[in-house]
C-alpha cells in the first residue's frame, strides 16, 4: 500500500509560479515511479511528468521548458514546480505512485492560472 497527499496548489496569475508536493509513505515507495497527472474541468486526466526512482524525467510537449519534476527519495516526496503558467494548465493535479503493476493517485490539488 502507498498512501499519497499532495499539497501546493492554488490560484495564481498568468506567468506566475508554483510548487506542488506529493509526499508518500508507504515500505515500497522508494523503488516507485511517481508523478503527476492534471484533469481540467470536463476533461480526461491528462498525463504531465513522470520520474523514476533514479531522477530520470519525462514531461509532456506543453509543460516542457515550464515545469520540473524532482524527488527527495530521502523524505518520499515528488515536487512538480511551474513556471511561466498559461490559463490552460488550470486543473486538478493528482500525484501518483507506481511501484509495481497498480497505482495509487493522491486526493488531487486544485491548480487555477487567472489571464
Known amino acids: 500500500q502507498v498512501q499519497l497527499v499532495e499539497s501546493g496548489g492554488g490560484l495564481v496569475q498568468a506567468g506566475g509560479s508554483l510548487r506542488l508536493s506529493c509526499a508518500a509513505a508507504g515500505s515500497t515507495v522508494g523503488i516507485a515511479v511517481m508523478g503527476w497527472y492534471r484533469q481540467a474541468p470536463g476533461k480526461q486526466r491528462d498525463f504531465v511528468a513522470t520520474?523514476?526512482?533514479?531522477?530520470?524525467?519525462n514531461y509532456v510537449d506543453s509543460v516542457k521548458g515550464r515545469f520540473t519534476i524532482s524527488r527527495d527519495n530521502a523524505k518520499n516526496t515528488v515536487y512538480l514546480q511551474m513556471n511561466s503558467l498559461k490559463p490552460e494548465d488550470t486543473a486538478v493535479y493528482f500525484c501518483?505512485?507506481?511501484?509495481?503493476?497498480?497505482?495509487?493517485w493522491g486526493q488531487g490539488t486544485q491548480v487555477t492560472v487567472s489571464s
Open positions: 501518483f505512485a507506481r511501484p509495481s503493476l497498480i497505482t495509487y
Open positions: 520520474i523514476s526512482p533514479g531522477g530520470n524525467a
